[in-house]
C-alpha cells in the first residue's frame, strides 16, 4: 500500500500544472529575468585603469620604494594594475591634469610626497591611499635599514653597505605575507545573494506540493480523504507516502534550478558543492514543513491555502533581500529575530556563508536552525492532524 500510494501520490503531483509551474517554471522564469537584469550592473561598476602622472624629478628617482611600486602597478604584464603612469615634468603634469588626461599627478619633494587633484573622486581617492600605503611602507623600510645600519655600527664593522641593507629591507617588505587573509571567491558579487533567494524561494515553494498531497487525505478536502478516512487501512502509512512523494518532487526541482542556474545563467555557488547540496536538501525539507501547517491547520479551501503559502513565502524572500539586498541588512540590524525564525533567511544566510568565509561555524547554524524549524513544523503538523476529527463525512 506504501509503495502503491507513493506512486499514485508522484503521478498526481506532475500532472497538476499549476504545481508544476509555481515549483519549477516560476523559478527558473525568475532567475531568467534576474540574470537579464544584473548581468550588467557590476560590469558596468568595475574598477578601470586610472590614468596618472609622476613628476620625475631627482627627488623621486632617489626613492626607490616608490619607484619600485608605481612600476610594479603600472606594469601592463601585471594582472593586478592599478596605474597608467605617465613619467613627466611638473609643467607637463599640470598641463595633463588641466586637459583632464589624467586623474591626479604626484610631487615628491624630499620626503614629502604630494598629490595634486583637479576634483575628488573614487579614482582620486584610490590614487591618494595608494600613495599613502607606500609612503607607509618606505618608512618601514628606513627604520628597518637604520636598525640594521646601528646593529654594524655597534658591532665595530666600518665598512657598511648602505645600498645592500635598503635592498635587503626592501625586499623584506615585497616577501612578506599580505597580512589580510583573501578567503572571498574570485568573482566575489553582491547580486549573488539575488539567486541565493531565488533558490530559498524554490525550496519554500515546495511547501505546495507537501500541501497539496496532504489535502488530498484529508476527509473535509476531498473525497479521496473522505475514503481514505472511513478505509481500513494505516493513516501514517498513507500520509507518510504522500509527503515522501511531494517531497523527492520538491528536490526534483530544486535540483533542476540548480542545473540551470549553473549551467545557463553561469552563477557561482563556490567550491564547496555538496554543502551546497546539503542546503538545499534541509531548506527543501523546511518548505515542505510549512506546507504541511498550511495544509493541516488551516480550516478552509485549497485556493485559500496555496494563497497563504505563496504569501509568506513571498514575504519571507523579500525579508531576505530578494527585492532589495540591503533589505537582509536593514532586518538584520533592527529585528534580527525575525530572520532567525525565517526559513528563506536561514537558507540565503546558509549559501552566503559558504561564499563569503572560510569557517563553517555560520553554514552549521544555519542548517541547525533549519532543522529544528523542519522539526518544530512538523510536530505541530502531526499534532493537528491527530486532533482532527469529523461528526459526519
Not at 620626503?111 to 595634486?116: A, L
Not at 618601514?140 to 654594524?152: L, T, Y
Not at 534550478?257 to 527543501?284: E, H, Q
Request: charged fraction near 20%; hydrophobic fraction near 45%.
Amino acid at each position: 500500500m506504501f509503495i502503491h500510494n507513493f506512486k499514485y501520490s508522484l503521478k498526481t503531483l506532475f500532472k497538476n500544472k499549476s504545481l508544476i509551474f509555481w515549483t519549477f517554471a516560476f523559478p527558473i522564469i525568475l532567475g531568467t529575468f534576474f540574470n537579464m537584469a544584473f548581468s550588467n550592473i557590476e560590469s558596468s561598476e568595475k574598477l578601470e585603469i586610472i590614468d596618472i602622472a609622476i613628476v620625475d624629478n631627482d627627488d623621486f628617482k632617489s626613492n626607490e620604494v616608490l619607484k619600485t611600486a608605481f612600476e610594479e602597478l603600472s606594469d601592463e604584464n601585471n594582472k593586478d594594475r592599478m596605474f597608467n603612469t605617465k613619467y613627466v615634468s611638473e609643467n607637463e603634469a599640470k598641463d595633463l591634469l588641466d586637459k583632464d588626461e589624467i586623474s591626479g599627478y604626484l610631487l615628491v619633494d624630499g620626503e614629502d610626497n604630494k598629490i595634486v587633484v583637479k576634483q575628488n573622486g573614487i579614482n582620486e581617492t584610490i590614487f591618494k591611499y595608494v600613495t599613502e600605503e607606500i609612503s607607509n611602507n618606505a618608512k618601514i623600510i628606513n627604520d628597518i635599514a637604520k636598525r640594521e645600519i646601528e646593529k654594524e655600527a655597534i658591532s665595530g664593522n666600518m665598512n657598511i653597505n648602505y645600498e645592500e641593507i635598503y635592498k635587503d629591507a626592501l625586499e623584506l617588505i615585497q616577501n612578506q605575507d599580505v597580512n589580510l587573509k583573501d578567503i572571498s571567491n574570485k568573482n566575489l558579487s553582491y547580486t549573488m545573494i539575488e539567486f541565493y533567494t531565488l533558490i530559498a524561494m524554490s525550496c519554500l515553494y515546495g511547501g505546495i506540493l507537501a500541501m497539496a498531497s496532504i489535502n488530498q487525505n484529508l476527509a473535509n478536502m476531498t473525497s479521496q480523504g473522505k475514503r481514505i478516512s472511513v478505509s481500513p487501512i494505516s493513516k501514517l502509512k498513507i500520509v507518510f507516502s504522500s509527503i515522501l512523494a511531494s517531497y523527492l518532487a520538491q528536490l526534483i526541482g530544486v535540483a533542476i534550478l540548480f542545473v540551470y542556474t549553473i549551467f545557463a545563467l553561469k552563477v557561482d555557488y563556490g567550491d564547496n558543492l555538496l554543502l551546497v547540496i546539503l542546503l538545499g536538501i534541509i531548506g527543501s525539507l523546511s518548505g515542505l514543513s510549512l506546507g504541511l501547517v498550511v495544509g493541516t491547520c488551516l480550516k478552509t479551501n485549497e485556493n485559500t491555502k496555496t494563497g497563504v503559502l505563496l504569501a509568506v513565502t513571498m514575504l519571507g524572500c523579500f525579508l531576505s533581500g530578494m527585492m532589495g539586498i540591503t533589505m537582509k541588512y536593514i532586518v538584520d540590524k533592527n529585528v534580527p529575530i525575525i530572520n532567525k525564525i525565517n526559513p528563506a533567511s536561514m537558507i540565503t544566510d546558509g549559501f552566503y556563508s559558504l561564499y563569503y568565509y572560510d569557517t563553517l561555524d555560520r553554514y552549521l547554524f544555519n542548517i541547525i536552525s533549519l532543522l529544528i524549524f523542519s522539526g518544530i513544523m512538523i510536530l505541530i503538523s502531526y499534532v493537528s492532524l491527530r486532533r482532527q476529527k469529523y461528526d459526519s463525512i
